[in-house]
């Protein structure tokens, strides 16, 4: 059978990630942006220019943040749930940080007070700096194993504490997706600007690109020497999800195994290395909108490097190796999935259409002419 419970399962694997890359690359480059706000933006007509080049994109973005969780939730809810629990506080943190964002957008010009705008510039800030920094540490943590376990009645039991996800590796991600997040909204801004913003952009590209990529190099020397994990006993792909029915061994450099296995799967990370370089020199030679994609391929390589790394393991236990949850064994039941694809194979096209058409029409460069004196909306 072509759709079998293992296609199933490996389909939609690929589109988490599928949907995790469309989120890094669209809503990624608006945090980045914001992020770059009160440093590139050195007085009140440019920081408007620069909330102008997002602000009519940011919340159609988001949409791929929402549709990520939706499909965590329905296609591998176990994993969605010890996620949920275990990370509580670290996505409660993020949410709120999220609320700034439209708050900040809407009532930040809505008085002529530069205190006023100035405190707004600082929550749009937060909203962007601290969701991209938590999501790169959450797969940190991931990476190093999340301390869970299930009882024979598949009740999870999370030992750990917030204060732990801060862990050095788990930052050190977070410095990744944090500088990654910042050189996309550079491009992006080059992309949508000119005079003076443009001018500091194409300086700010080149060095966020090489922190990003430095940082990308560090964190896999890291990951080759600290412990992964490996299923040792029988994978059953097609069998009933069933967390608890295999034997998970842990050990240095296991997260490597597959890339030793299939050593094709290297061109991924040097895919990131190959499109971060271009990403500096297509902005450093004006090519801004090749730049951007640069940037968008090197957001994918770097986040499929964790994804390949870690498959097929979605969320390691650290304190009950084999409560590791993986594609095979933590799944919805084939129906769910299967009914899931078909909404997928009919949204998913809208809503990449729909996100091209809001791009194209929306491509012009944004400049201090465009914005009203008491709006911060694209006149």
């Not at 670290?90 to 002529?112: H, V």
């Not at 909203?127 to 194993?145: R, W, Y």
């Not at 994918?300 to 964790?306: G, N, S």
Request: aromatic letters at 12%; charged letters at 10%.
């Amino acid at each position: 059978m072509i759709l079998d419970y293992e296609t199933m399962r490996l389909i939609w694997w690929a589109l988490l990630g599928a949907l995790l890359i469309g989120f890094a690359i669209t809503d990624g480059f608006d945090m980045g942006v914001a992020v770059l706000l009160p440093f590139l933006g050195k007085n009140d007509t440019e920081r408007r220019v620069i909330i102008n080049s997002i602000g009519t994109v940011w919340e159609g973005n988001q949409v791929w943040f929402i549709t990520a969780g939706g499909a965590l939730f329905a296609a591998w809810p176990i994993a969605y749930a010890v996620a949920f629990s275990g990370f509580y506080f670290a996505l409660l943190l993020t949410l709120f940080a999220l609320f700034l964002r439209p708050i900040g957008f809407d009532y930040r010009s809505k008085l002529p007070s530069p205190k006023w705008r100035n405190n707004w510039d600082i929550a749009l800030f937060v909203g962007g700096f601290v969701p991209s920094l938590i999501f790169g540490v959450a797969f940190g943590n991931l990476l190093q194993g999340v301390p869970f376990h299930l009882d024979n009645d598949m009740r999870i039991f999370y030992t750990g504490s917030f204060w732990a996800l801060l862990n050095p590796f788990a930052l050190a991600a977070g410095l990744v997706s944090l500088s990654m997040l910042v050189m996309h909204g550079a491009v992006y801004l080059q992309l949508k600007t000119g005079g003076d913003i443009n001018r500091r952009c194409k300086k700010v590209v080149p060095v966020a690109a090489i922190v990003t990529l430095a940082l990308f190099a560090a964190a896999g020397i890291w990951v080759a020497n600290i412990d992964g994990y490996h299923i040792s006993s029988e994978i059953l792909p097609n069998a009933p999800s069933n967390p608890l029915a295999k034997i998970v061994q842990k050990g240095p450099g296991l997260w490597l195994d597959n890339y030793e296995h299939y050593p094709v799967l290297s061109i991924i990370p040097a895919l990131a290395f190959i499109a971060g370089a271009l990403t500096i020199v297509l902005s450093k030679i004006e090519r801004p909108g090749l730049a951007f994609i640069a940037s968008s391929l090197t957001l994918t390589a770097i986040i499929l490097t964790a994804g390949v790394s870690m498959f097929p393991f979605l969320m390691p236990s650290s304190s009950m190796l084999n409560s590791s949850l993986t594609i095979w064994d933590a799944s919805s039941s084939l129906t769910t999935l299967k009914l899931m694809l078909l909404a997928t194979l009919i949204f998913l096209p809208i809503v990449l259409a729909y996100t091209t058409w809001v791009f194209r029409i929306l491509r012009g460069k944004i400049t201090p002419e465009h914005i009203h004196q008491n709006d911060h909306t694209v006149i």
